[in-house]
């Protein structure tokens, strides 16, 4: 809607944690010091099901409360999603699509039919098992996302992660880095 | 850089569901009983657990219904605890005899009511049939916009409940609120539990001291007496709400009433509307002003009692408003917030403005800030006279045919 507003959808699969990532992204993203919004599309919850989430992030207190339709960021956990749902629906001229896929962006660009300069890529599900030990490639995307908006403070990010992790797994250290690294190799690796 | 408002307040990551939780871990009431329902699961879900872990020492009663979880309520708030429950829906649908029983009774209870459309058909999302189905049971109904208002509501519904000697529900928009991930500032434990104080009922039944009956038989001659009392009481609370909204912004600093205006003091066109859309419909408000369009808006926070001389103050110099109902009467004439509004109006004088009525996002219809454009722009029609302003409901983003 407004400028300083920016609109983020997630596309997954029942069960790969696109609404965990919007809730967990809103979370990290306070922690710079911005109003956020999280919320997940409900429907039939089934594994394996295509299932959407969305962010809003802003300077300014944010009021609106309907659905995003016209997203500025476009995260797709899986690539095989490209195929069956219209994952680049409503994406503004300037919007970004950032892909956990092995393929390159020019390779993602032309099955998606947009702009090259506009797809991003990062292999997530790589950076995940190597990571942390399991294909669970929402928490490296997060690291993706921060990468490609730019504006966001990474270090405000990991150390606000580092914290909650700590609080949940404190029995299990290697979850705790795993996580952290995973989020910053995506950071990292992601590109056009 | 966000900041809080109240110095030892805190920022958090929390949905509505999650907020309520918080509110009544630190309200900390004696008894909670309930019967978990879609949207409002998560709020009694994380209560219990809070009662499990130890961290609260409240009872909490896992009844066979909402039918009994609301008996239940009621019997433990006689008895002289202060008790809460929580549910949506179908939920308060099945507790409805029970409901004017707690009014009744003059029982303070506070519920968490999470509004979501009724059946048929099987509809889990957003609308506000559900309480607007309760508007004449006798409890004080407030309603959030979003996250922080609930929270907010929660921790003054007690003192009103308590003051007012009515029930009180609490509500946030099924979804669009309950499921929805907000900063929320939370207050301190402690500064909670000073504000809501101890509850120290009149009379209660464990009272062995000074028994006395509860839920007699009044017929011909004092039934009418009663329900009189209850309705003054309703009249009356409508101080007690503003007494504990003024404790509340001494205390934490933020400003509560009984309807917030938004840039309603100079407008010329307005909507009237109720919970979330009124958040959206703000960042209306804010784009047509840039194009000096004078719209404003009247967010309804305290349906029940209905704060007619208020409002109808407030609207006087209206030209054109629009009254947007999330739930139809299916009355053949109008929905219920229209028909309060316009009944404050023309009681209290107010002839001038033209009032339209539009029925919105039922079943969790999608209400975005287009929508909300075209019904500035006809308000800008009728306002001017270049439209007759319709004398019927008029619905928004509905296959009509």
Known sequence: MSLEMIEIRWHGRGGQGAKTAALLFAEVI??????????????????????????????????????????????????????????????????????????????????????????????????????????IPNTPMLGALVKIIGNLNIGCVLEDMRTKLVAKFRHKPEIIDGNIISIKRAFNEVKN | MIKTIYPKGKLVAKTGNEVMAEAMRQIEPDVVAAYPITPATEILQIFSQFVADGIVKSEYVAVESEHSAMSATIAASAAGARAMTGTSSQGLSLMWEMLYIASGLRLPL????????????????????????????????????????????????IRIAEKAKLPVLVTTDGFIISHCMEVVEIYPDADVKTFVGEYRPERYLLDTKRPYTLGSVALQDYYFEHRYLLSQAMKESKNVI?????????????????????????????????????????????????????????????????????????????????????????????????????ASLYANGVICPKVINYVYGLGGKEIRTEHIVNVYEMLERVASGAEKPSNNIKYINVRES
């Open chain 1, 30 to 135: 306070l922690a710079t010091g911005k109003y956020i919004q999280a919320f997940p599309e409900y429907g039939p919850e089934r594994m394996g099901a295509p299932v959407q989430s969305f962010n809003r992030i802003s300077e300014t207190p944010i009021t609106i409360h309907s659905g995003i339709t016209n997203p500025d960021y476009v995260v797709i956990l899986d690539p095989s999603l490209i195929d069956s749902v219209p994952v680049i629906d409503g994406i503004s001229k300037n919007g970004k699509v950032i892909v956990n896929t092995s393929f390159n962006g020019k390779e993602i660009a032309k099955v998606l039919n947009i702009c090259a300069n506009q797809v991003y890529v990062v292999n997530a599900s790589q950076i995940a098992v190597e990571t942390i030990g399991k294909n």
């Open chain 2, 242 to 342: 503003l007494e504990v909204a003024k404790k509340f912004k001494k205390t934490f600093g933020r400003k509560y009433g009984l309807y917030e205006k938004y840039m309603l003091d100079d407008a010329e066109v307005a909507i009237v509307v109720i919970g979330s859309t009124a958040g959206t419909a703000k960042v209306v408000v804010k784009e047509l002003r840039k194009k000096s369009v004078k719209a404003g808006l009247l967010k309804i926070r305290i349906y029940r009692p209905f704060p007619a001389e208020e409002i109808a103050k407030d609207l006087a110099h209206i030209k054109a408003i629009a009254v947007m109902d999330r739930a139809d009467s299916c009355s053949g004439a109008f929905a219920p917030v229209y028909s309060d509004v316009v």
């Open chain 2, 110 to 157: 506070v519920m968490a009511e999470v509004n979501r459309a009724i059946s048929a058909p099987i509809n889990i999302h957003c609308d506000h049939s559900d309480t607007m189905g309760a508007r004449d049971a006798g409890w004080i109904q407030i309603y959030s916009e979003d996250s922080q208002e609930a929270y907010d509501n929660m921790i003054q519904a």
